[in-house]
């Protein structure tokens, strides 16, 4: 069982308000604890902006021992996009971000994610016309949410 | 090669990103027709392995470009035309892929 939530329009000043504001969504559906989105910015700071792996899309995602306690999945739509200082894939305007309770749990979510993106979930998440479609879409992504 | 291609898939973590290059090297490597095996990990565990071939975005691969035979560098990681590409002309050098 996934956890799924979404927000769109959201507010970001810059890369880490985007990213602190994509993991709290996990936070507040209680698949994640309350230290997990500054765990999430860490991970930038430490290993670069790698987590912007793809054109304008953001994986958001920390160690499990920073606060996992679900298998958890949010989509976020910022109101302006942001700059992550990826060399290739820079603006963001699109944010996923997921958490898993232990090292294995996300494994199933996460390739089943990733096939979702390869077969266009992106733009299908940044067509959503509303915030009742941007949830319809990643939950038809998710059959298991 | 007798034996299946050992691949690393690299990221920060090594758990979300690198999972998700892992999927899309897979498709790349299914279509090449490479028997391969694709692992996914972080950078700092990739320095005690020794694959043949190490995949991973230019601010990581630049730090263990000595720790493979060939590695390749993405920047989309969902793009699996560009990385099959990129297979097919790295795996042809080496006379892996005929």
């Keep these: 069982m996934t956890v799924i939530a979404v927000r769109d329009t959201v507010p970001a000043a810059d890369w880490r308000e985007a990213v602190l504001n994509t993991a709290a969504v996990l936070v507040e559906a209680g698949a994640a604890g309350a230290a997990y989105p500054e765990a999430c910015v860490r991970v930038v700071e430490e290993n670069g902006p790698y987590i912007v792996l793809s054109k304008g899309l953001a994986l958001v995602h920390a160690r499990p021992e920073e606060g996992g306690l679900a298998v958890g999945v949010a989509a976020v739509r910022l109101s302006t996009p942001v700059e992550f200082g990826h060399p290739d894939n820079d603006p963001v305007d699109l944010l996923l971000a997921f958490c898993t309770p232990d090292p294995d749990a996300h494994v199933g979510t996460l390739s089943t994610l990733a096939r979702a993106l390869m077969g266009g979930l992106a733009d299908r998440l940044r067509a959503a016309p509303d915030t009742g479609a941007l949830r319809a879409a990643l939950k038809e992504a998710l059959p298991d949410a | ?98």
């Design chain 2, 1 to 98: 090669m007798d034996r299946p291609l050992e691949i690393l898939a690299v990221c920060g973590v090594g758990m979300g990103s690198s999972l998700m290059l892992k999927m899309t090297a897979e498709d790349a490597l299914r279509a090449l027709g490479v028997e391969a095996r694709v692992e996914n990990t972080d950078i700092s565990s990739a320095r005690g392995m020794t694959p043949d071939v190490i995949i991973g975005q230019g601010m990581h691969t630049s730090e263990i470009e000595d720790l493979a035979p060939v590695v390749i560098t993405v920047s989309d990681f969902l793009d699996k035309d560009g990385l099959e590409v990129q297979l097919r002309e790295r795996l042809t050098e080496k006379g892996w892929l005929r």
